[in-house]
């Protein structure tokens, strides 16, 4: 069992996230990379733009993860036990090329209210500093939304490339995690992510989010599956389960989700950007 400890929970309360958590041992995140490379050579393009998005509804590989209990015990730790998996997201910098993520908060586009929910970030593989994994800024869950200049700078890896300004690299903290691990984060936490400096990918599958049942979506629809517990509140709809990798019905699923997804999170922008 993977419920976050009394010390986790008190950290995760202070500092906005908590990391890292073991999820998935490192032959299922093998499998999960494996997945990944299998969809980019036989169907090149389908992990692109905003179709990095709900990735959970194209494959059972991908859904499986979803569905972990390392994984949901953790999040029924910080949310309750009645849990909706909201998207999916893939996270990926290849070596040499200039992807970086600005710091952020997510809850200032995503439109999920109230603020019971969670995102996991699942490393598919190592995590670091050379490679640019995350760093949190500790305890900025605790303020306000702050502003966020939209750039849409073409290597930004966010929609519309929203940028906190003047976040010093020296208060905040690298999450580290090995091929299998996660790490667990608030939505109004700020964060971000540089260039990968290594060799090899860096891979993160990340849930966006967990959310608690009582969560609406406030800018549009979402498309959700129930993870554990019941949905007595029935905001959202829901989406098909996967049964096939890349299938017809799935990739109808995906593109309709994805269709929804689009609209919150460019919702009054006058601009629309890759992902």
Not at 113 to 129: F, G, K, Q, R, S
Not at 138 to 144: C, L, V
Not at 188 to 206: A, E, M, Q, T, W
Not at 229 to 234: A, C, I, M, N, P
Request: hydrophobic share 35%.
């Amino acid at each position: 069992m993977t419920k976050l400890t009394a010390q986790e929970l008190n950290h995760y309360k202070n500092k906005g996230y908590i990391s890292p958590v073991d999820a998935l041992t490192s032959i299922e995140a093998k499998e999960i990379r494996d997945e990944i490379e299998k969809i980019e050579k036989n169907w090149p393009k389908a992990l692109e733009g905003i179709n990095r998005n709900y990735v959970h509804l194209i494959s059972p590989v991908f859904n499986k993860v979803c569905l972990n209990k390392n994984i949901l015990d953790a999040v029924e730790s910080i949310i309750g036990k009645n849990i909706l998996i909201c998207g999916t997201t893939l996270f990926i910098k290849n070596p040499k090329e200039k992807g970086f993520v600005s710091f952020h908060q997510d809850a200032k586009y995503i439109g999920l209210e109230p603020h019971n929910w969670v995102t996991v970030w699942v490393a598919i593989t190592d995590a670091n500093e050379k490679n640019g994994c995350m760093r949190m800024l500790p305890g900025s869950h605790k303020e306000n939304l702050k502003h966020h200049e939209e750039n849409f700078d073409e290597n930004n890896l966010l929609t519309r490339g929203q940028t906190i300004k003047n976040i010093s690299l020296d208060k905040t903290e690298p999450v580290i995690l090995k091929a299998g691990q996660m790490s667990l984060h608030h939505p109004k936490i700020v964060h971000g992510s540089s260039l990968n400096h290594s060799d090899d990918r860096r891979i993160g599958f990340v849930i966006q989010s967990y959310i608690g049942s009582n969560v609406d979506q406030v800018l549009g629809k979402m498309y959700v599956q129930k993870a554990r517990g019941e949905d007595k509140y029935k905001y959202h709809e829901y989406s098909n389960i996967p049964t096939e990798l890349m299938g017809r019905k799935e990739v109808i699923s995906q593109n309709k989700a994805n269709e929804e997804l689009s609209k919150i999170f460019y919702f009054k922008s006058e601009k629309i950007g890759k992902y």
